[in-house]
C-alpha cells in the first residue's frame, strides 16, 4: 500500500511537469509509474487524461515531433489501463474526445506531410486505445445518437485493416472494430453502415493466404457480430415469419398466412423496411454462400473454428431473417463436425445439438425433407466436377465431409441409399475413378498384434493423398453402415454382368467399402444391423459367379479387388465365417498360381485375413485344418492339365504358403503332379510348372541330420586299418547292443484322444511309413529329374539340376551312395554334352554338392570320370594373366582387384574349384592327379583372377598340400621366389642357383603368383614346411 501511495504522489509531480511541457524524458517517466499503478478511481486521472488530450491535438499537425505524439499515446494507454474506464466511459463527452483523437492520428489516404506520422508501435498503441475506450459491457449510449461519427469510425478502422503495412496493425484494427461494433448495438446505427462494412470484412475474409490466418479469422469474428446486431430475427419486427407445416391450408383455403414473429421490445423502424431485408437477404447469401465454400476447407484450423462461431450464429439467431443463408451454413457445419481438429469437431457438434433442440417442429420436417436431396445433390455435383481433369481434391474434400454429415446427423438422408441405388453408385463411380494399381508401393495394414496384411495401393484419377483417398472411402463405408447393402450388392452385380459396363474396378471399390461399412468396421456412425453369415453368403455366391476369377478376359486388378472383398467378408464375420470357407478357400488358393504379382499378393493377404479372423491364426494353420478342401480339387486337375495349366503354379504356392507340414497330406496330390511329368515330359510350358512344384517340395523337405564325420585317417594309419580289416576281423569286439529303452507312459489326454477326421497331426513326429513313402517320392522326383537334365531347353534343364541338388541333399547316407551309384553315368554323361553355360553351371553346383554328400564314396568316379571333364574345361577357359609386372606393385595388406567381371565361366570355373576342394579334402584316390590338378588349378593363383577365384584356388592347393605337399613345394617356391634351404647332408651344402627353375609347367610370370604363393608357404602351410626350411 505504502508502495502505490509512493507511485501515485510521484505521477501527480509527473502530470505537474506536465502541464508546463511535455517532455521526452518525464513522459517515459510517467508511462514506467502508471504501470505500477494498480486499476482504481484516482481523484487526478481527469486532469491527466485532459492534459495528455490537450498536448496530442497540439503536436498531432506537427511532423517532427512524432516521437513525442508517440509517447503521448502510450502515456494514454497506461492510463487507461490504470483508471476506471467506465467511468471514462460514462463520461460522455471525454469518452468521445478521446475517441476522436486517437482516430484524428491514424493515417489516411490523403495525408498531408506537415502531419505526423505514427510507425507500427504507435498505431498499435493508438488502436489499442480506442479498444480500451470501446470495451463494455453495455452499449455506449452517446454512439447510437452520432451516426455521423460511427461511420467515420467505422471507416477509419477499415481502411487500416485494408491499407496498413503491417500484417499486426490489421488484425489490431479489425479486433478494435470488432469492439466498436459492440459498442455501438444499435440496429439503426448499425443497418447504414453494415453494406460497407459487411463487404469490406468479405474482402478481408477472401484476402490473400500471405497475410496469415489471424485477419480472416477476426474479420469473420466481427462479421459475426455486426449480421447479429442487424439481422438477428428479434429485431426484424414484423419482417419475417415462422415456417408452419398444417393441415388448416387445405381445409380452410382462405385463411391468411401465419402471424409475423412478435417483437420483445419497441424498436424504430426507419429504414428497415421489406425491400431492405429482400436486398440485404440477396447480398447475404452471396456472401454467406462464398464464405462458407471458400473456408470451410481452409488450411488453418483457427480459420475454420471462426466459421464454425459464424454459422452457428447465424442458424440460431438469424435463420428466420436470413432463409436463404440457412442450408449453407448448416452444411458447413457438418462439414465441420468431420474436423480432423478436435476442437472444432466438438464446437460444430455441440453448435448441431443447441439447433436440433431451438428449431420448431415446423423447421426440422423443413430440414429432414431437403436431406436426401442435398446429399444426392452433392454427390453428383461432385461427380460432374470430376468429369473435368482438374485438381479439384480439397474442394472435393469439403464436399465428402457434407456427405459425411449427412449421412450421420440426418436419418432422412438413408432413404435416398434405398431407393437412388443407382444414381448414388453412378456418381460414385465418376467421383472414385480408378487409375491404377501400383504395383510398386505396398500398403500394410494391421489386423492385430500378429496379422499384417499388404495389398499394393490403389491409385485413384481424382484422389492422390492418402488423406482424400481415406475421406472418400470412410464416406462409401458411412453409406454401407446406414443403407441396404443387398441392394449396393444387387445392384453392382447387375452392373458388373452387363458387358457394356466399363467401371467394373470402381465398383468392386464400392463394394469392397460397402461389405466394411455394413460390418461397422472403420465407422463412427451406424443405424443397421451388422452383417450377419446370410447376407455374407449371398455375396459370396456371387461374389464367385463373375467371370474375373478366370485368367481368360479378366484384368489382374479386377481380380486383386475380389480377393480383397473376400478377405473384407471373412473379416465382419470373423469366426462365423468358417463353415463358408469349403466355398472359396480354393479359389484363393488357385489364385496363388497366378504370373501376376498383383493377384498374388492380393491371394496370400486374403489368406493371412482368413487364418487371423477365422481364428486358426497362420496360414499354414489354415492350410492344414481345411486341406481336405484343396486336396481334391488339385488332384482332379492335376489329372487334367490341358484344360486347368495353372494348376502346377497352384501347387507352388499352396506349399510356399503351407509350408513342410501339410507335405504328408499332399501326397496324393504330388503323386498326381508325377503322373502329369511322366505324361507331359516333351511339353516344354507343363514341364516348367512341373518342376517348379517339385523345386518347391523339396525345399520343404526335411533334410537328414548332419553327423559330424570323423577325422580323416592318414596314409599309414588307413592302411594299418585296412590290413586289420583283412587278417583280424575275429578280433574285432562287437558293440553290446543298446539297452532297450522305456517307454514312458502316455498322459491321460492321449488316452482319452479319439480318432480325429484329419490323417497328419503336425504336433507327432513322422511314422516310419510316412518317412517311407516320402522317401519313395523323393527318389521318383530324382529319376524323373534324370530325364529332364537333358531337356534342349536351357530353363527346363537348369531347373531339373537345381531339383536334383535340392532332392539329393535329403537322403541319408546309406540311401543316398546307391542312388548316386545308379545316376552318375547319366549326370556325368548331361554333364558331357551341355553346351550352354547356364546348363553347365547348374550341372556343377549338383555335383559339388554331391561331393560334398558322398566323399570318398565318389573318388574314383571322379578320377575316371569328372575330373577328365573338369580339366578340359578349366584348361580352356582359364587363360593365363598378360598383366604387365609394374601393374602388380601391391603392399602386403592390399587386397587384389577382381579385374574380370564375375560372368558365367568365372561361377563355373569357382564351383569346379569347390568341387576340387571336396574331393580332396574326403579322400586319397586324388593323390594319383595331385600334379595334374595343381598344373590345371596355379592359374588360378594369379592375380590377375577374380578375388574369388584366387581365394578358392588357395583352398585348393592347400587340400592338395594335405596330400602330397612335397611334390607341390618345388613349385610354390618357384612362383612365391623363395630360396630353396640347404640339404640336411654335409655331403650337399647347398643346391645350385638354377635348381629352383628345374620343375615342370613353370609359370611364365612368376611375380604374377608372388602373392598368393607367398601366403600358401608362409601361412596356410606353414606348419608343414616352415620346419624343413630351417
Given at each position: ?459 485413384f484419377l481424382h484422389f492422390r493423398t492418402d488423406d482424400a483417398i481415406q475421406a472418400a472411402l470412410s464416406v462409401v463405408r458411412l453409406m ?551
Amino acid at each position: 500500500m505504502a508502495d502505490s501511495v509512493d507511485h501515485e504522489q510521484a505521477v501527480m509531480g509527473l502530470i505537474s511537469m506536465l502541464m508546463r511541457k511535455p517532455h521526452p524524458t518525464t513522459l517515459d517517466m510517467l508511462v514506467e509509474e502508471l504501470s505500477l499503478l494498480p486499476p482504481s478511481d484516482y481523484m487526478w486521472m481527469n486532469v491527466l487524461l485532459l492534459q495528455l488530450y490537450q498536448w496530442l491535438n497540439q503536436e498531432a499537425t506537427n511532423a517532427a515531433s512524432t516521437q513525442l505524439v508517440e509517447q503521448l499515446i502510450e502515456a494514454l494507454d497506461k492510463a487507461l489501463h490504470a483508471c476506471r474506464i467506465e467511468k471514462v466511459q460514462q463520461s460522455e463527452t471525454q469518452c468521445f474526445k478521446l475517441l476522436q483523437c486517437m482516430l484524428q492520428l491514424m493515417p489516411t489516404m490523403d495525408e498531408k506531410s506537415t502531419a505526423c506520422v505514427l510507425t507500427d508501435e504507435g498505431r498499435m498503441t493508438a488502436l489499442r486505445c480506442i479498444e480500451r475506450l470501446c470495451t463494455t459491457p453495455t452499449p455506449l449510449k452517446f454512439l447510437s445518437t452520432s451516426v455521423p461519427f460511427v461511420a467515420f469510425m467505422v471507416s477509419t478502422l477499415v481502411l487500416r485493416s485494408q491499407k496498413d503495412l503491417n500484417r499486426t496493425c490489421r488484425v489490431n484494427a479489425v479486433r478494435a472494430l470488432s469492439v466498436v461494433v459492440r459498442a455501438v448495438d444499435d440496429a439503426q446505427v448499425l443497418t447504414q453502415v453494415f453494406p460497407g462494412l459487411s463487404s469490406a470484412l468479405f474482402q478481408l475474409v477472401q484476402s490473400d493466404f500471405k497475410l496469415g490466418s489471424k485477419l480472416p479469422k477476426e474479420a469473420l469474428n466481427c462479421l459475426t457480430h455486426a449480421t447479429v446486431l442487424v439481422l438477428q430475427d428479434q429485431r426484424c419486427q414484423g419482417l419475417v415469419t415462422l415456417p408452419e407445416f398444417t393441415l388448416e391450408p387445405a381445409v380452410e383455403p382462405t385463411r391468411v398466412a401465419p402471424s409475423p414473429l412478435v417483437a420483445s421490445g419497441d424498436l424504430p423502424n426507419i429504414l428497415r423496411s421489406s425491400d431492405w431485408l429482400a436486398t440485404t437477404q440477396m447480398n447475404m447469401e452471396v456472401l454467406v454462400t462464398h464464405v462458407c465454400r471458400q473456408q470451410r476447407h481452409h488450411a488453418k484450423p483457427n480459420v475454420r473454428h471462426a466459421l464454425v462461431h459464424f454459422c452457428t450464429a447465424l442458424l440460431v439467431h438469424c435463420r428466420l431473417s436470413l432463409p436463404s443463408c440457412f442450408i449453407p451454413c448448416y452444411e458447413t457445419i457438418l462439414a465441420l463436425a468431420q474436423d480432423p481438429i478436435a476442437a472444432i469437431q466438438e464446437d460444430a457438434v455441440i453448435a448441431l445439438a443447441k439447433l436440433d433442440a431451438d428449431m420448431t417442429p415446423s423447421e426440422l420436417v423443413l430440414v429432414q425433407t431437403q436431406a436426401g436431396a442435398r446429399f444426392l445433390f452433392h454427390v453428383e455435383s461432385l461427380a460432374k466436377k470430376c468429369a473435368v481433369e482438374i485438381d479439384l481434391e480439397r474442394e472435393a474434400l469439403a464436399t465428402l465431409q457434407i456427405c459425411a454429415g449427412y449421412l450421420t446427423h440426418m436419418r432422412s438422408t438413408h432413404v435416398v441409399l434405398s431407393t437412388q441405388v443407382d444414381r448414388v453408385l453412378r456418381g460414385w463411380c465418376k467421383i472414385l475413378t480408378f487409375d491404377a494399381v501400383d504395383a510398386q508401393v505396398l500398403t500394410h495394414v494391421n489386423f492385430g498384434s500378429a496379422c499384417t496384411a499388404a495389398y499394393y495401393r490403389k491409385r485413384f484419377l481424382h484422389f492422390r493423398t492418402d488423406d482424400a483417398i481415406q475421406a472418400a472411402l470412410s464416406v462409401v463405408r458411412l453409406m454401407g453402415a446406414n443403407g441396404s447393402i443387398l441392394s449396393f450388392a444387387d445392384a453392382i452385380f447387375d452392373q458388373l454382368h452387363n458387358n457394356a459396363q466399363p467401371r467394373s474396378n470402381e465398383l468392386l471399390v464400392l463394394l469392397n467399402q460397402f461389405v466394411l461399412g455394413a460390418a461397422h468396421i472403420q465407422v463412427s456412425h451406424a443405424s443397421c444391423p451388422s452383417l450377419d453369415i446370410h447376407v455374407a453368403g449371398y455375396i459370396l455366391d456371387k461374389l464367385l459367379e463373375l467371370p474375373f476369377w478366370t485368367s481368360d478376359d479378366a484384368n489382374d486388378e479386377a481380380q486383386s479387388l475380389l480377393l480383397e472383398i473376400v478377405g473384407s467378408v471373412a473379416q465382419a464375420l470373423t469366426t462365423a465365417f468358417n463353415p463358408l470357407l469349403m466355398h472359396v478357400l480354393y479359389p484363393v488358393v488357385e489364385q496363388l498360381g497366378r504370373s501376376s504379382a498383383l493377384v498374388h499378393q492380393a491371394a496370400v493377404s486374403t489368406l493371412k485375413r482368413l487364418a487371423w479372423f477365422g481364428g486358426f491364426g497362420t496360414v499354414p494353420n489354415l492350410l492344414h485344418v481345411n486341406m481336405d478342401y484343396v486336396i481334391d480339387m488339385l488332384v482332379n486337375r492335376l489329372q487334367h492339365l490341358d484344360d486347368y495349366p495353372e494348376t502346377p503354379s497352384v501347387v507352388h504356392g499352396l506349399l510356399q504358403q503351407a509350408g513342410p507340414a501339410p507335405l504328408p497330406l499332399l501326397e496324393e496330390a504330388v503323386r498326381g503332379v508325377l503322373g502329369s511329368m511322366d505324361a507331359h515330359v516333351t511339353s516344354r510350358e507343363h514341364a516348367l510348372g512341373l518342376l517348379r512344384v517339385m523345386k518347391v517340395i523339396m525345399a520343404n523337405q526335411p533334410k537328414p541330420s548332419q553327423e559330424t564325420p570323423p577325422a580323416k585317417p592318414n596314409a599309414v594309419a588307413a592302411f594299418i586299418s585296412d590290413m586289420n580289416a583283412l587278417f583280424h576281423i575275429d578280433d574285432y569286439e562287437e558293440l553290446p547292443p543298446e539297452a532297450p529303452k522305456e517307454e514312458e507312459e502316455p498322459s491321460m489326454e492321449e488316452k482319452m484322444k479319439g480318432a480325429m477326421p484329419v490323417e497328419f497331426d503336425p504336433e507327432q513326429p513322422l511314422d516310419e511309413a510316412t518317412l517311407h513313402g516320402m522317401s519313395k517320392l523323393v527318389h521318383d522326383i530324382v529319376v524323373r529329374c534324370t530325364y529332364f537334365i537333358a531337356a534342349p531347353d536351357v530353363a527346363t534343364s537348369c531347373l531339373a539340376w537345381q531339383i536334383l541338388q535340392e532332392a539329393l541333399a535329403t537322403f541319408a547316407s546309406k540311401d543316398l551312395r546307391p542312388l548316386v551309384h545308379c545316376i552318375w553315368p547319366m549326370l556325368t554323361r548331361r554333364l558331357a554334352s551341355s553346351s550352354s553355360k547356364p546348363m553347365l553351371l547348374a550341372a556343377v553346383q549338383c555335383l559339388s554338392s554331391l561331393a560334398r554328400l558322398c566323399g570318398d564314396f565318389l573318388g574314383d568316379k571322379f578320377v575316371e570320370t569328372l575330373w577328365p571333364l573338369f580339366q578340359s574345361f578349366m584348361n580352356q577357359h582359364a587363360a593365363s594373366p598378360t598383366m604387365a609386372l609394374a601393374d602388380l606393385t601391391l603392399q602386403d595388406k592390399e587386397e587384389p582387384q577382381a579385374l574380370r567381371l564375375h560372368n558365367l565361366t568365372d561361377q563355373i570355373l569357382l564351383h569346379m574349384l569347390v568341387c576340387i576342394e571336396s574331393m580332396c579334402n574326403a579322400t586319397h584316390s586324388v593323390s594319383s592327379i595331385t600334379l595334374e590338378l595343381a598344373s590345371a588349378c596355379q592359374p588360378f593363383l594369379a592375380a590377375s583372377m577374380p578375388t574369388q577365384l584366387q581365394d578358392q584356388g588357395r583352398a585348393v592347393f592347400a587340400a592338395l598340400a594335405r596330400l602330397n605337399g612335397d611334390q607341390l613345394f618345388p613349385r610354390l617356391a618357384y612362383m612365391a621366389s623363395l630360396a630353396l634351404p640347404p640339404p640336411p647332408s654335409s655331403a650337399f651344402p647347398s643346391y645350385k642357383e638354377d635348381a629352383i627353375t628345374k620343375i615342370q609347367d613353370k609359370v611364365h610370370q612368376p611375380a604374377l603368383y608372388a602373392r598368393n604363393a607367398r601366403r600358401l608357404v608362409l601361412h596356410d602351410m606353414a606348419p608343414t614346411w616352415r620346419r624343413d626350411m630351417g
